[in-house]
Structure formats: C-alpha cells, structure tokens
C-alpha cells in the first residue's frame, strides 16, 4: 500500500460542559492511503464526527480541545506536517485546499443569499487565486463536473431555488475546486432520500476515480458503507473498535459491537415468512454509552452478551485479528 | 367478506400554494384518488420518497388533516364527515405515532401524566384504573414503573420512542399510523423498536399503516406494501409480491436504490434520475414519465389506471405487461 496521507495517532478530544469534562475521542488511530475511501462507522455520540472535524480542526476553541496525539498529514509537497499543532494561518492553507469537507445539511452551509455559481467562484479566487472570469469559468466548470444539468443557467440559481440533492452536488463541486487531496464526507447523504442518495453516492466514486482524491465518509448506514468503502473503521464511545477491509467488516465481524450492528439491519427471510414466521432481530439491548459516565473497563460491555467480569477491569486493546483487520475484544478468537 | 377496519375511497388531499390577493395561486394534490383496504391485525407500509404524500395521506385519514374529497371509513363509520364529538369518539379508535420522539412529547407532563391524558380525555377508568393501565402501557413497551415518574427529557430517544407508542396505545386504538416511527433513531435502537412493533401487532392484533422509507425495515414489519409517487398510487401488493415481483418501474428503482449490507455492488440497477417534479405542476398522462427509464410517447397521453394484476397486486403503468422487472 503507498504511504498514508492521513495517519492519526491516538487522538484524544475533550469537551467541557456544565455536566463536567466530556471525554469524545479516547485514542483514536486511523490511517488513511491516497486515493482510498475509509468509511468511519458509529452511532450518536461515538466521535466519528468530533474526529473528524478534528483532522479539520474545527473544533471550536474555548469549548472543546486536542487534548492529545497526532494528526500527521501529507501535504501535496510531500512534506508530512501534525495538524494538531500547526499554526491557524497554516492550517486555513490546507483547509478547503488539500483537506475538503462536505457536511450533512447541504441548507446551512451554503449561503442563502448568494448565487451558487458565486459560491463556488468565492472558493476558486480564495485558495487557487483566480481572477473574477477565469473563477466564474471555473464554476460553470465545477458544476459540470458533479453532473449539474444546464451548469451556465443554474450558475445563476439560489441555493433555495435547488432540490436538496442538488445543493449536496454544489457542496461537492465547492469542496473540490482546489483538487483536495482528503475529502472528509460527515454523513453527505443522510437527509437525502435514498433515490437520491445512490446518485450522490455514485458520483463521488466517479469523481474519485477521476480526481484520485481520498475520502473519509463518515456514516451510521452500514448499507451506505457497502456501496462506498474500500476499509471500514467502527467507533464505539470513543474509541475504535474494530477496522477491516470492507468486505471482511460486512462477512466477517469479530467485534461484538460490529456483529450487532449487522443484525440490526432487518434481512427477511423469504422462505420462513412465507412459513409465516417472522424471527426477531438480534436487537443490541441498553442505549449508548453515557460520555460522562463511561463504564469500566470495555465501553460496550454494559451490552454485550459476550461480557465477562474481566472485560470490565480495563480497556480492551485493538489487536490484529488478520492482514489490516484490528477488534477492540478480549474475547475476538471466540467470535465467528 | 368480512369488513375491512379501514376503507379508503378515492381519498384526496389538496393545498392551496401561493395564493395571494392578487393572485389565485394553484392546487398541489398532494393526495389523489388513493383507495385501500385494510383488515383487522394487517400492517401496511407506506413508501416513497419526501414529497410523495405519505405523511398527508396518513394524517387525512385520521383528520388530523382535512381531506377535500373521498371517503374513510373506520369499521364501516365514515370518518370524513365526522361531528367533532364524533371524531373525539373515533379516535380512540385510531391513533399515530410520531417520527420524532423529542418534538411529540410534552415536556412539562410526567410519563404518568402523558400516558393517561387519553384516558382521561375518553373518561375511561377512574383514577386508580388509570394507575395501574399506566403501569400495564409501561411494562407492554418495555420501560419500568418508575417511568410514571419521570419526565420526557430524562430518557434517550429510543425509550421516548417507546414512550410514544404507549401513548398511541393508551386507549387501546385498533389501528394506528406509524409515521416514520424508527427513521430518527440509531440502528441499534432502531431494531428494539421494530422488535417491539413486532410483537404488539401480534399480541394486539393492531392493524398499522407503517410509514417508511427504509425498505428492509418494511419488508420486515408489513404484510403489504403501498407504493405512492407524488400524491397517486403507483403499485401495491403483498410484500413478496411488491419485492420480488415488482411490476412498476419505480418500484424496481426504489428497491434498487435501498443500501444493502452486502459487499458485492449490484450492476443491472434501474438508477433514477433528477429529483421529484413540481407538484404544482406534474408532468402530463404518467407522472412517473419524466425519471422513467422506460416512459415512450404514449405515456405523456394516458394517465395509466390502477389496474389488478394477479391477487392483490395493482399496478399503473401502461407497460406492466411487456416489460421484466424482477430483480436478477
């Protein structure tokens, strides 16, 4: 495999809140190769999304901080730089020029009151210095690109005047006028119906197959993940749990938390139905973990019906299960 | 025959847009001509993308928005046309559960306090009755006693989820509308509440009409399935029948757009195109034409009938019959 362009190293993030400190990302490590998509997987209030704005560093100062690691990452000069303590002015280089970021609410971050083709012009003068006509040209440009249908005419349009899939195309053209080397994708397709979602889904491996760009997607959908991942990452309360190529992830989970996730996607059975039977879902019993009060030992022991009492005396390691397959388990061998 | 609990004629729901004192604005149908049937402890999933009228059409039949024409009847009383003294009695028949369990809940009512406003409201039970069917509503939804107590911010969103449904159940409703009940929850707790729906239609013999748009979720629940595209029915039929024998092409591209959990991509997918039409102004003869991969002339002519083909299974499309669908 060529060298990371993204490797993160036992990050940790920590929020304050009124309730006490708030501990979001307990040590996460991720890597991420040019070119490939690693879809980060997890549910509210796993820290998928806190590691990834993270890696953007847009945690908001004074309420939340990088209270530890490393974010090493490979900038189009070669040269590898740790994000976490890059100075701002170098880091606004980097954000939205090689590091790109399309969000899950297409409304609130485009902005209303100006045409898109503007917006996506804006982008085009701020990070690559074009003049006025060669960024407008460019916007027609991009707008093509993520498969806009009359580009010159809808240039003009108001974000309101665009279905919601369309303005999740103007994210995507906005987010890639600078050739962005990492695309970070937190949830792009969530609110979108799921016709539209394959669309958008589609496009971004067409335009990563074009544009050779990595991506970090992150997602709840295991589905999703299988129609965009080359590896998985699956995060529970914090931490990562178990990451594999995305096939193994799909037919091979050895986390229980992984296995449980898979279970709860319904598969009807046709034959039993059609016997009148309808089996119960292997449902993952309790809620999630309570980021103040983080259980002992496991996050997810609380849930799990592999737990024993040694699985609450300290936090399981990831170990390698197989070639770039890692399980967050004490008992992975006992799982198949 | 025995009767169907709920008879929906010709059921149509219209708005009103852009009407202004100058201007007379124009009529989105948002539901038309939709008719159904559904018998006692029968589930039915309702899908199609936004716009498609699956959330007016749920609440129309409750009136909870008024329908402009058609006709519902609830064992053979015709709800549409109702006195509100009526409805009041009615609706103690049918009941709805909410997509989001964080806006639908009060959150200045105790759980004891919401879950016998009902009662109260249809002057069932004296005040220990109410305690104790509290208790009963608690335990039927898989929450503790002590849950009386507590209030609606205390407990995640999967328990409000299962807070709501026991509401719904309160007055011990013989159908209800799930609108969206799973779609605002983590998949791990989704699968509880589906687990839980499960059991009360087969405990309750509850008749639901499951709004959706997750297509395994139905699949799973439902014993028929109704497909809606912009306002109008374009297929129903029992759920084997609708998943693997569709008939109307957006059927097939709903199906084929559901993500699946397996890691070999499909490669013969119907892929629409665009997003939903105007429903101001919907295209002409087919409304479906206009993102159909198979639309010819002809079907900017004809508004295609529901037409019955086989045993409970209706399809609009004028080319139903020449052209295969059946997944690979």
Redo the contacts between chains.
């Keep these: 495999m060529s060298a990371k362009l993204l490797d993160i190293r036992d990050l940790v993030v920590e929020f304050r809140t009124e309730a006490g400190l708030l501990r979001a990302v307990k040590g996460v490590d991720l890597s991420i190769a040019a070119g490939e998509t690693l879809a980060l997987v997890g549910?509210?209030g796993s820290g998928k999304s806190v590691t990834s704005l993270s890696t953007m560093r847009l945690i908001p100062e004074g309420v939340g901080r990088i209270a530890g690691g490393e974010i090493l990452f490979r900038g189009r000069d070669g040269t590898v730089r740790d994000l976490v303590h890059l100075p701002g002015r170098e880091m606004a280089g980097i954000r939205g020029s090689e590091i790109a970021m399309v969000f899950q609410e297409p409304m609130t971050s485009l902005n209303p009151a100006h045409r898109i083709g503007a917006q996506i012009a804006e982008a085009a003068r701020l990070h690559e210095g074009l003049g006025r006509k060669a960024a407008r040209a460019r916007a027609v440009e991009m707008l093509k690109l993520v498969d806009i249908p009359e580009p010159e005419r809808r240039a003009e349009a108001y974000p309101h005047q665009l279905?919601?899939?369309?303005r999740q195309r103007v994210m995507i053209a906005i987010a890639l006028v600078c050739n962005p080397t990492l695309l970070i994708a937190d949830e792009p397709t969530t609110a979108l119906?799921?016709?539209?979602?394959?669309?958008i889904l589609?496009l971004l491996r067409r335009l990563q197959d074009e544009l050779g760009m990595a991506i970090l997607f992150i997602t709840?959908?295991?589905?999703?993940?299988?129609?965009i991942a080359d590896r998985v990452a699956v995060m529970y309360g914090g931490r990562i749990v178990e990451d594999a190529p995305?096939?193994e992830i799909?037919?091979a989970p050895r986390h229980p938390y992984t296995r449980?996730?898979?279970?709860?996607?319904?598969?009807?059975d046709?034959a039993a139905?059609?016997a009148g039977r309808?089996d119960?879902?292997?449902?993952?019993?309790g809620?999630?973990v309570d980021p103040l009060k983080p259980p002992p030992g496991c996050d997810f022991a609380p849930r799990c019906a592999w737990a024993q009492e040694a699985c609450t005396a300290a936090v399981p390691v990831l170990e390698g299960v197989a070639s770039g397959h890692h399980a967050r388990c004490r008992r992975w061998r006992e799982i198949v | 025959m025995t009767q169907p609990l709920i008879e929906v004629r010709d059921l149509e729901v219209h708005f009103p847009v852009g009407r202004t004192m100058f201007n007379a604005g124009a009529t989105v149908r948002a539901v038309h001509r939709v008719s159904f049937e559904m018998g006692r402890g029968e589930v039915v999933g309702l899908v199609g993308?936004?716009g498609s009228g699956k959330t007016t059409l749920g609440r129309s039949l409750l009136r909870l928005i008024e329908p402009t024409g058609g006709s519902v009847r609830l064992n053979g009383k015709e709800v549409t046309g109702m006195s509100p003294a009526d409805l009041r009695r009615a609706r103690s028949d049918m009941q709805i559960i909410f997509q989001d369990p964080f806006a639908s809940l009060n959150p200045r009512m105790s759980v004891g306090e919401i879950l016998s406003e009902a009662l109260h409201l249809h002057s069932i039970g004296s005040r220990a009755d109410r305690r104790d069917r509290v208790a009963a509503l608690l335990e039927t939804v898989g929450l503790p006693p002590q849950a009386a107590e507590r209030y609606p911010h205390e407990f995640?969103g999967?328990?409000r989820q299962r807070i709501g449904i026991a509401r719904a159940l309160s007055v011990e409703p013989a159908f209800i509308v799930a609108d969206e009940p799973v779609s605002a929850l983590?998949?791990?707790?989704?699968?509880?509440i589906?687990?839980l729906l499960?059991?009360l239609r087969e405990k309750m013999k509850l008749s639901i009409l499951f709004i959706g748009?997750d297509?395994?979720?139905i699949?799973?629940?439902c014993d028929r399935v109704i497909v809606l595209y912009l306002g109008k029915v374009m297929e129903s039929g029992t759920?084997?029948e609708i998943?693997?024998r569709p008939r109307h092409p957006y059927t097939r591209?709903?199906l084929?757009?559901?993500?699946?959990?397996?890691?070999n991509?499909r490669t013969d997918?119907i892929?629409?195109?665009g997003?939903?039409p105007s429903p101001v102004s919907p295209p002409s003869g087919c409304i479906f034409r206009t993102r159909c991969p198979f639309a010819q002339p002809e079907c900017a002519a004809t508004v295609p009938p529901l037409e019955t083909k086989g045993a409970d299974h209706r399809v609009a499309c004028i080319r139903a019959d020449e052209i295969d669908l059946v997944p690979g």
Excluded at chain 1, 220 to 227: F, K, M, P, S, Y
Excluded at chain 1, 260 to 268: D, E, I, K, M
Excluded at chain 2, 186 to 192: E, G, L, N, R, W
Aim: charged content about 20%; overall charge negative; aromatic content about 2%.
């Design positions: 549910e509210s279905s919601g899939g369309m119906d799921s016709t539209v979602q394959l669309q589609v709840h959908n295991l589905g999703v993940v299988a129609e995305m096939a799909l037919t449980g996730l898979l279970a709860s996607v319904p598969r009807t046709h139905r059609a309808r119960r879902l292997q449902a993952i019993p809620s999630m | 993308e936004s995640s999967g328990q983590d998949v791990s707790i989704q699968a509880q589906v687990n499960a059991e748009h297509l395994s979720v699949e799973y629940l759920v084997a998943y693997q591209a709903l084929d757009a559901a993500p699946q959990v397996d890691a991509r997918r892929m629409l195109t997003d939903l």
